[in-house]
């Protein structure tokens, strides 16, 4: 960083691989400062200015106590801006709902909804006397829009997330230096979730034969070229106008 020039903070959850990894590795090439929240630090990379924080986000509220507590000690003038991007997800077993272990379906919720809720909670609490500009972006998916039998606490989580970003979007719109915040979904994505998919019990999960045919044809997006779309719809003049958007909106 050249000068006085203060740096952007950028925090982004489930950054040890796949997007998340690809997110984290484009932001610290733009020179931000960045902190990863994951079990596992993102692979291969190593910054000074990079922070990790390994946690498992079944049990959010000791690292949202710990952003609250970071936000406060550095204070309204640190950044210029400020990005909080959680992308943490979990698809539990790819079933009907009733044949699911409760463990599993927490798991699957705590990581998908409640922690972003309660890191959102506290991102924006911390910062809520800050001028710089602040961003929220909650890692969506089509599928929290459209439903689909064998995933769906997956689908509620996104869905829940969707309607998240909505009722903040309404209460931030009221306040002085108010955050924005977009559920975003990332488009179809070459990762490890993907071969979840492709890889389960047709018995049980009918979707799996559409979800082989988008990887034999090609269609999914490497995991840099989708950071990429995040991070230009994350950059657009009119981020959070709409707060449930998709990185192929025009």
Request: hydrophobic share 45%; proline share 4%.
């Amino acid at each position: 960083m050249l000068g006085s020039m203060k740096p952007t903070l950028s925090i982004v959850t489930g950054a040890s691989r796949g997007l998340g990894r690809a997110v984290a590795e484009q932001l610290l090439a733009r020179g931000h400062q960045l902190i990863s929240i994951a079990r596992r630090a993102p692979e291969g990379l190593a910054s000074p200015q990079l922070q990790h924080w390994s946690t498992d986000l079944v049990d959010a509220r000791p690292v949202a106590a710990r952003l609250a507590a970071f936000l406060a000690e550095q204070g309204p003038q640190a950044y210029a801006a400020a990005n909080l991007i959680n992308n943490a997800g979990v698809v539990s077993q790819l079933a009907p709902l009733a044949d699911l272990e409760a463990d599993d379906l927490q798991q699957a919720l705590r990581v998908g909804l409640e922690a972003p809720t309660l890191l959102t909670s506290a991102f924006l609490h911390a910062t809520g006397d800050w001028q710089s500009v602040r961003k929220v972006v909650l890692v969506s998916s089509g599928l929290g829009r459209r439903a689909m039998a064998g995933s769906a606490s997956y689908c509620a989580a996104k869905a829940g997330l969707d309607h998240l970003a909505r009722a903040v979007a309404l209460e931030e719109a009221g306040r002085s230096h108010g955050a924005r915040i977009v559920s975003l979904a990332p488009g179809v994505i070459d990762t490890d979730m993907q071969l979840q998919l492709r890889s389960a019990d047709p018995q049980r999960f009918a979707e799996r034969a559409r979800f082989v045919g988008l990887h034999s044809a090609g269609q999914l997006d490497s995991p840099q070229a989708a950071a990429a779309k995040l991070l230009a719809y994350l950059d657009r003049a009119d981020f959070g106008s709409n707060p449930v958007a998709d990185v192929r909106d025009a």
